[in-house]
């Protein structure tokens, strides 16, 4: 199986359980790899017949700025969600970290990897 990777999409949303953390948006860091079979494409340089990584970041990024979840898990969820809409992504993995949520912490963060049914 081949893999694109989505790295440090920088997201800016609400996400938290706490009231103060549904004021403002936050930074929300998520990393996706999808993998799919580049030789099914009779011509792997033909973008229509590719998966459109930018369209993938651009629903992804829109979805965390306005999703307003309460947990990483479930923005994950919605994230990968997202990703296997395209048929050609047979599986991903979405990460997704919340910078400085916890006390002598870069960040917390939680990963999930899903596949086609």
């Known amino acids: ?3 694109i990777s989505i790295k440090n999409i920088l997201a800016r949303g ?3 359980i706490h009231d103060w953390e549904r ?4 930074d929300i860091l998520i990393n996706i790899d999808l993998y799919t079979d580049v030789r099914k494409s009779n011509t792997p340089d033909d973008i229509s017949e590719c998966i459109d ?3 993938v970041t651009k629903m992804v990024l829109n979805h965390a700025e306005n999703a307003k979840r309460f947990t990483l898990e479930a923005l994950a969820e919605d994230i990968a969600q997202i990703c ?3 048929a050609r992504v047979l599986k991903t993995t979405v990460r997704v970290d919340k ?3 916890v006390r002598f912490s870069q960040s917390v963060g939680v990963e999930i990897e ?3 049914i």
């Open 99 to 101: 910078p400085g949520a």
């Open 14 to 16: 609400i996400i938290g």
């Open 114 to 116: 899903r596949t086609q």
């Open 23 to 26: 004021e403002k948006p936050q």
């Open 1 to 3: 199986m081949d893999r």
């Open 53 to 55: 990584y930018s369209k």
């Open 84 to 86: 296997l809409e395209d």
